[in-house]
């Protein structure tokens, strides 16, 4: 069974960081591209970052380039996003996927259950 299970979310104060870990069970991590994805209430789940399986690629949406950095350890079956100089608009579900290297939802064939990003103004 492949559990996907997300944590490091939380309230934090615009200007500030965290760092979500993805610690993934029950497939052959190195072999899956990670994805981090992120949803509103009413919204769509929108394509955040991706890695692909040997951690040399990675991808972004354009609104966190340059504060956002997706790694993963293979050794650990653990993806990361670490989020820095978060802003109101951040706020959202967090999920990670695992799939196809994509910033497509459809790409990916596994999701974790999502953790909470708040960020107050």
């Known amino acids: 069974q492949v559990q996907l299970v997300e944590s490091g979310g939380g309230l934090v104060q615009a200007g500030g960081s965290l760092r979500l870990s993805c610690a993934a069970s029950?497939?052959?991590?190195?072999?899956?591209?990670m994805g981090w994805f992120r949803q509103v209430p009413g919204k769509e789940r929108e394509f955040v970052a991706a890695?692909?399986?040997?951690?040399?690629?990675?991808f972004y949406t354009n609104s966190v380039k340059g504060r956002f950095t997706i790694s993963r350890d293979n050794a650990k079956n653990t993806v990361y996003l670490q989020m820095n100089n978060l802003k109101p608009e951040d706020t959202a579900v967090y999920y990670c996927a695992a799939g196809d290297v994509s910033r497509r939802v459809e790409r990916y064939n596994y999701w974790g259950q999502g953790t909470q990003v708040t960020v107050s103004s």
């Open positions: 890695i692909t399986w040997s951690g040399g690629g990675t």
């Open positions: 029950g497939l052959t991590f190195s072999s899956n591209a």
